[in-house]
C-alpha cells in the first residue's frame, strides 16, 4: 500500500460513538498488537481475509473446486482458509450459491473513501462531526492514513482517530498532525501485563499519549476493562495515575462486550474469552470512582 491506496474493511456512516456530532468511520486493516478480547480480528492483518460461516454453508465444496490457488480446502466438516496461499480475488465468495464466504479488506483509494466520506457532508456541517479513521490500526498504513486526513481537511472536514498509539514517534507525529480528536486506548498500567495480553509492550504508547497532550491536541483515553486482565480497582487506580502523569484529566471506560466472538469462528481461531460474561456500567460504578479519586473524570 501507498499514500493514495489502501486496504479498507468497512466504512460505517451516522456514527455517534466515535467522536464529536455525526461521523463517517473509515476502518483500515492491519493493527500491530494482538489483544486476545479484540472485537474486530478481521481487522488485524493487511490483506484481504475470508471468513467462513459455517451456519450458512451447505457443504457442497464448491469453494474448493473454483479457488485457482488452491487455498480452500475441507477439514473434516470444516471450511478452512489457508490465508499463506490466498491472494483475496474473491472468486470463491462470488461463487459461493449460499453466501457462507465473505471477503473483509478491499483496496481503496483515496477518493473512492472520500467520495462516500463527502456523502454527509450536510450532517457534519450539522452536527460538528466529520471523518474518524480507526480499525485495526489506522498507524499499520500511516501514508494512506495522512492522505485520507489531508484529503478531509481540503474539504474542512473535522478529523478524528481510534488508535493504539503504536509506532514510532516520528510516524505518529505527522499522522496527528492532520487530527482534531484522538480516540486513544490505554490498556494497562503495567508493561508485563500489557505485553501479555497484546502482544506488545507499553513504554512507546505511554510515551505517544504525553506527546499528543503536550501537543494540545484534543485527546480523550480510552480503557477497555478487561475481565482478569486490567478489571481490578487497583488496576483501575493506577491507569488513572498513568494517564494522570501524560497529562489528560478526562478518560472513557469501554465495559468489556462479545460483539466479536463470532468472527474467531468464522477465521478458524482460537477465542481466548469464549463465553466470559460481558460487563455493563453497574458492573464498574466503584472501578469509575477510583478514577475519580485520583484525578480523572471517568464516565462511559
Not at 486493516?29 to 475470508?50: D, F, H, M, T
Not at 480452500?72 to 461463487?95: M, N, S, W
Not at 498507524?139 to 478529523?159: C, I, M, R, W, Y
Request: proline fraction near 4%.
Amino acid at each position: 500500500m501507498d499514500k493514495d491506496r489502501g486496504i479498507v474493511f468497512n466504512i460505517q456512516k451516522f456514527s455517534v460513538n466515535d467522536g464529536p456530532g455525526i461521523r463517517t468511520v473509515v476502518f483500515l486493516k492491519g493493527c500491530p498488537l494482538r489483544c486476545r478480547w479484540c472485537a474486530n480480528p478481521e481487522s488485524q492483518a493487511v490483506r484481504a481475509e475470508i471468513l467462513w460461516d459455517a451456519k450458512k454453508c451447505i457443504g457442497c465444496h464448491h469453494c474448493i473446486d473454483v479457488c485457482p490457488c488452491g487455498a480452500v480446502t475441507a477439514v473434516k466438516d470444516r471450511i478452512v482458509i489457508d490465508h499463506k496461499k490466498c491472494t483475496g480475488c474473491g472468486i470463491c465468495v462470488r461463487e459461493c450459491p449460499h453466501k457462507a464466504l465473505k471477503s473483509e479488506g478491499e483496496i481503496k483509494t483515496v477518493n473512492e473513501v472520500m467520495d462516500v466520506v463527502m456523502q454527509d457532508l450536510p450532517f457534519y456541517e450539522e452536527s460538528g462531526g466529520g471523518i474518524t479513521l480507526s480499525g485495526g490500526e489506522m498507524l499499520a498504513q500511516p501514508e494512506f492514513a495522512v492522505s485520507l486526513l489531508k484529503a478531509a481537511k481540503e474539504n474542512g472536514l473535522h478529523t478524528c482517530c481510534e488508535t493504539t498509539g503504536f509506532a514510532k514517534q516520528e510516524v505518529f507525529a505527522e499522522v496527528i498532525t492532520y487530527l482534531d480528536t484522538i480516540l486513544f486506548d490505554v490498556k494497562h498500567w503495567n508493561t508485563e501485563s500489557h505485553n501479555e495480553g497484546t502482544g506488545v509492550n507499553n513504554e512507546l504508547i505511554l510515551a505517544n499519549l504525553k506527546y499528543a497532550v503536550e501537543q494540545g491536541k484534543d485527546i480523550l483515553p480510552r480503557i477497555p476493562v478487561i475481565p482478569g486482565f486490567n478489571d481490578s480497582l487497583k488496576d483501575a487506580e493506577m491507569i488513572a495515575r498513568t494517564i494522570y502523569e501524560t497529562g489528560a484529566r478526562k478518560a472513557q471506560l469501554l465495559p468489556f462486550h462479545q460483539f466479536g466472538e463470532n468472527k474467531y469462528e468464522q477465521l478458524g481461531r482460537e477465542y481466548s474469552y469464549k463465553n466470559v460474561a460481558a460487563y455493563h456500567r453497574e458492573d464498574l460504578e466503584e472501578y469509575r470512582q477510583k478514577f475519580n479519586d485520583n484525578g480523572i473524570e471517568a464516565f462511559f
